[in-house]
C-alpha cells in the first residue's frame, strides 16, 4: 500500500496559531495541529454534470474568464462628477488573485482625463531637448529595437491612502491597497534611444509627456532613464492595453506610478525639473509641519495579506493559508514576517520564487484559526534592510496628512464569526 | 587536429576582426519647429511661455464660461477641487486645503497645466491671451496678484507664490 509520512506533530511559529513555514518549505501539507481542521465528507453522491456528456464550445479569437467568474473585476468608486468621467482610478481584486503577475485586464487604471483613444499608426514618440539630433519614432521603428522583458510592479503612489484616515474604513481590499498591479513588460531601453538621440552633457532630467488629453506630465531623473527604464509595447505577452498605456509607455522600474507615463508621446531631456501640476500640487507628500516632501520616487517597501482580506467570512476554525504580496521600489524583498495576534509575536512566511527586485513576492503562511477573534498582519523587509512601519512609526515620522506613499503595516481583523474587516492595531 | 587546436581556432575565428555591426538607429531627425505644437513644457524659469497677456480683469468671463461648471463659482470648488483658499492650513495639526493659492509653488505650473489639460472638454482650446488671462483671474482670487495685474511671458514667472519654499526633496531616494 502507497502511503506517505507526514509529520504528526504541529510547530507553531508565533502565537495565536501561526505554523512554521516549513509546512511550505519542506512540502508537508499537514502536519499534527493543522490536521485537526476538520473537513466535512462528501455526503452526495457524484453527479454525472451535463458538460460531462455533451461537446462544449468551440474555438474564440480572444479568451475571456469563466462566465462564473463575473464577480473578478476592478472597482472604482463613481466619479465625484459624471461629467469628468476618466478622472480617477479602478482597482485590481486582490483578494480573488493568486501568484504575482496581474492579468492585464484586472490591472488597476489610473488616468487624468480618460483612457484615449490611439491609432497605432498615427501614434509618435519624440525626444528633443538637449540633445544633438531631436528624433521622432513611429511604432513601427521602435518595433525594431532589440527589447527586453522585466517583472515588475506599478504601484500608484495613492495607494492605500485610505490608511491614513482617523478611523479604519470599512471597505475591501480592493478600494484599500488595489492601485497595485504587476506585469511582464516587454519594450525597449530607454538609454538606447537617448543615446541615439545623443545627450547633451548638461541634460539632467527627462520630461516624459502622454498623449492623453490632459498631457499628463512628470520629470525623471536622467540617471534613472539611462539606468532600467524601458519604452514598453507589451504587457504580459500582449500589446499594453489601453488603460495602461497602448500603444507605448514608460516602465520605471519601482517608482512611484505616476512617473510610468502612459500613451508615451514625448521626451524631453532638460537642465532641471519643470515643476509639472503632478510633481507639484500632487504626488508630493504634506508632513507634520508645513514642509511636504517632493519628488519622492521610490515605492518603499510594502506588503499586503491578500487572502484572508475584507468580504471574505471563515466559516470554521481551523487550517487557513494567509497569503499576501510583498514588493520594494528600492530591491528585492529578503523577509516577510507574519502575525495573527496584532504583532505581539511574528513568524517568517515562505517566500515563493520567483523572488526579483522591484516585483511583487507571493508569501504564504500557515494558520490555525482557533474561532477567537485575531488580527492578522504581515510586516516585509527588503534587501536594503528597510522594514515596512508600523502604522504608529509611519505616523511619528510624517504624519498621516501626506495621502501618497502609505506604506505601514496593514491589519485584518477576524472576529469570532469568521468576518474579516480593516482595523489599525 | 587535436581538440585544443580545434578550440584555439573556433576562438581565432570568434575574435577576427570584422566591420563593426550596425548599432541600431531607427528614429527619424525632425526639425524644432516641427515639434513646436507638442513643446508645451513650461519650467519655472518661463522661457517657454508664449506671446500673449492678460488680466484677472479679462480672465473673469473666461472663468465663467470655461471653468466654472466644475471649479464653482469664484472657483470656490464644485463637483472638482477648489482652485483658492486655504491659506494657513498647511500649519501643523491642521487639515490641509490645497489649492493653487495655498499649496501650488509656482505659477508658471498654472499656466503649463491650464494650457495642457483644460478646460477638461476640450483641452488645448484656449488662445494664450486666454490662458494668461484665467490665471491671473486664480491668481487673484488667491489674493496674489492685483485686478488689473498683467500677465505675460515676463511677468507671470515672476509671481511669488506663497508656499514657493514649501517643497523639500525626499530624502530616501536612490542615488
Known amino acids: 500500500m502507497l502511503s506517505r509520512t507526514r509529520s504528526e506533530q504541529a510547530e507553531f ?81 486582490l483578494h480573488l488573485l493568486d501568484g504575482i503577475i496581474t492579468p492585464s485586464g484586472l490591472h488597476f ?27 521622432v519614432f513611429t511604432l513601427d521603428a521602435l518595433h525594431r529595437y532589440p527589447m527586453q522583458s522585466r517583472i515588475a510592479f506599478i504601484e500608484c503612489a495613492g495607494n492605500s491612502q485610505l490608511l491614513n484616515a482617523p478611523q479604519p474604513q470599512l471597505v475591501g481590499i480592493a478600494a484599500l491597497h488595489g492601485l497595485i498591479g504587476c506585469s511582464e513588460w516587454t519594450g525597449v531601453r530607454l538609454s538606447m534611444l537617448l543615446d541615439e538621440a545623443g545627450v547633451d552633457p548638461s541634460a539632467r532630467w527627462v520630461v516624459a509627456e502622454g498623449a492623453d488629453a490632459a498631457s ?42 505616476n512617473m510610468n507615463v502612459k500613451w508615451l508621446r514625448r521626451l524631453k531631456l532638460t537642465t532641471a525639473p519643470v515643476m509639472t501640476k503632478d510633481e507639484t500640487s500632487k504626488y508630493t507628500i504634506l508632513l507634520k509641519d508645513e514642509k511636504a516632501w517632493q519628488f519622492v520616487f521610490p515605492m518603499e517597501v510594502k506588503s499586503v495579506i491578500t487572502r484572508p482580506a475584507p468580504a471574505m467570512t471563515l466559516k470554521q476554525p481551523g487550517f487557513y493559508e494567509i497569503s499576501g504580496l510583498a514588493w520594494s521600489g528600492n ?22 520564487a520567483p523572488i526579483l527586485p522591484r516585483a511583487p513576492v507571493r508569501f504564504r503562511a500557515a494558520w490555525q484559526w482557533n474561532g477567537a477573534p485575531a488580527i492578522l498582519q504581515s510586516r516585509a523587509t527588503d534587501d536594503t534592510g528597510m ?9 511619528a515620522e510624517r504624519g498621516l496628512r501626506g495621502v501618497y506613499h502609505y506604506n505601514a503595516i496593514a491589519s485584518w481583523r477576524i472576529d469570532e464569526k469568521g468576518e474579516v474587516s480593516n482595523v489599525y492595531a | 587536429m587535436s581538440m585544443l587546436e580545434r578550440l584555439a581556432a573556433g576562438m581565432v575565428m570568434l575574435l577576427a576582426p570584422c566591420a563593426l555591426a550596425q548599432v541600431p538607429k531607427f528614429g527619424q531627425e525632425i526639425a524644432p519647429a516641427d515639434i513646436a505644437a507638442w513643446d508645451i513644457s513650461i519650467g519655472p524659469d518661463g522661457l517657454a511661455l508664449p506671446p500673449g497677456r492678460g488680466t484677472a480683469k479679462d480672465g473673469e468671463a473666461v472663468f465663467a464660461a470655461k471653468c466654472q461648471a466644475c471649479h464653482g463659482e469664484k472657483a470656490n470648488g464644485g463637483p472638482n477641487d477648489p482652485l483658492v483658499g486655504g491659506m494657513g ?9 490645497k489649492t493653487v493659492g495655498s499649496y501650488w509653488p509656482y505659477a508658471t505650473t498654472l499656466f503649463d497645466y491650464i494650457r495642457r489639460a483644460m478646460p477638461f472638454q476640450e483641452s488645448k482650446s484656449l488662445t494664450s491671451d486666454e490662458i494668461y488671462a484665467v490665471s491671473a483671474y486664480i491668481l487673484n482670487l488667491n489674493g496674489i496678484v ?18 514657493r519654499e514649501g517643497f523639500i526633496v525626499f530624502p530616501r531616494n536612490p542615488q
Open chain 1, 13 to 93: 511559529a508565533s502565537g495565536n496559531g501561526v505554523v512554521s513555514r516549513r509546512v511550505f518549505l519542506e512540502g508537508a501539507l499537514t502536519a499534527g495541529a493543522v490536521a485537526a481542521s476538520t473537513t466535512s465528507a462528501t455526503t452526495e453522491p457524484l453527479a454525472v454534470q451535463p458538460w460531462m456528456q455533451v461537446p462544449g464550445a468551440g474555438f474564440t479569437g480572444y479568451g475571456q474568464p469563466s462566465r462564473f467568474e463575473d464577480k473578478t473585476v476592478r472597482v472604482s468608486p463613481p466619479p465625484p462628477n459624471p461629467a469628468t468621467q476618466g478622472v480617477g482610478a479602478s482597482r485590481t481584486p
Open chain 1, 109 to 135: 487604471e489610473r488616468s487624468h482625463s480618460g483612457v484615449p483613444d490611439i491609432n497605432p499608426e498615427l501614434h509618435r514618440l519624440v525626444i528633443h531637448g538637449l540633445v544633438r539630433r531631436p528624433l
Open chain 1, 216 to 257: 499628463m506630465s512628470r520629470s525623471i531623473p536622467l540617471a534613472k532613464a539611462m539606468d532600467d527604464t524601458l519604452v514598453c509595447l507589451y504587457q504580459n505577452g500582449e500589446r499594453v492595453r489601453p488603460s495602461n498605456g497602448y500603444p507605448v509607455r514608460l516602465l520605471v522600474p519601482g517608482f512611484e506610478g
Open chain 1, 331 to 352: 530591491g528585492s524583498i529578503r523577509q516577510v514576517d507574519v502575525s495573527a495576534d496584532g504583532g505581539v509575536s511574528w513568524a517568517p512566511a515562505a517566500l515563493q
Open chain 1, 387 to 395: 522594514m515596512q512601519p508600523t502604522r504608529t512609526q509611519f505616523a
Open chain 2, 89 to 97: 492650513t498647511l500649519a501643523p495639526g491642521k487639515t490641509p486645503v
Open chain 2, 146 to 163: 492685483g485686478t488689473d495685474e498683467v500677465l505675460d511671458a515676463q511677468s507671470l514667472p515672476k509671481v511669488r507664490m506663497p508656499n
